[in-house]
């Protein structure tokens, strides 16, 4: 079973900077995963943000964030960052950490087995 817990949410005014971490435990060493960064604000569906394939070590971002957001891994220490630069009042949110092994496209939410409990991101104007 894999067990994610996020940090480093808060707030920030637009323009600035958060950088946010994964910590993930339980993992299979036999297996590949998809580790992503999702987003969900009030009346919104959950949507994909970034993600990275432990395969390939390959990166995927959703147009909306891309040359301003990097997705990372540090597989020493089994953490996932989410470094988030130039942000914006629209990508205030609540971000959630998850995993799944194996591939597919990689901003299914509903293909994630394993959520993180989220950390809240608000960019004021």
């Known amino acids: 079973q894999v067990h994610l817990?996020?940090?480093?949410?808060?707030s920030v005014q637009a323009g600035g900077s958060l950088r946010?971490?994964?910590?993930?435990?339980?993992?299979?060493?036999?297996?590949?995963?998809f580790l992503g960064w999702f987003r969900q604000s009030p009346g919104k569906e959950r949507e994909?943000?970034?993600?990275?394939?432990?395969?390939y070590s390959s990166t995927y971002y959703a147009d909306s964030v891309k040359?301003?957001?990097t997705i990372?891994?540090?597989k020493a220490t089994n953490t996932l960052y989410l470094q988030m630069?130039?942000?914006k009042p629209e990508d205030t949110a609540v971000y959630y950490c998850a995993a799944r092994p194996g591939g597919g496209w990689w901003n299914?939410?509903?293909t994630y087995k394993f959520w993180g409990q989220g950390t809240?991101?608000?960019v004021s104007s």
């Open 48 to 55: 994909g943000v970034a993600a990275f394939y432990t395969y």
């Open 108 to 110: 299914e939410a509903s």
């Open 72 to 74: 990372s891994q540090d």
């Open 85 to 87: 630069n130039s942000l």
């Open 120 to 122: 809240q991101v608000t």
């Open 20 to 33: 946010l971490s994964c910590v993930g435990s339980g993992y299979d060493s036999s297996l590949h995963y």
């Open 67 to 69: 040359g301003r957001f």
């Open 5 to 10: 817990v996020e940090s480093g949410g808060g």
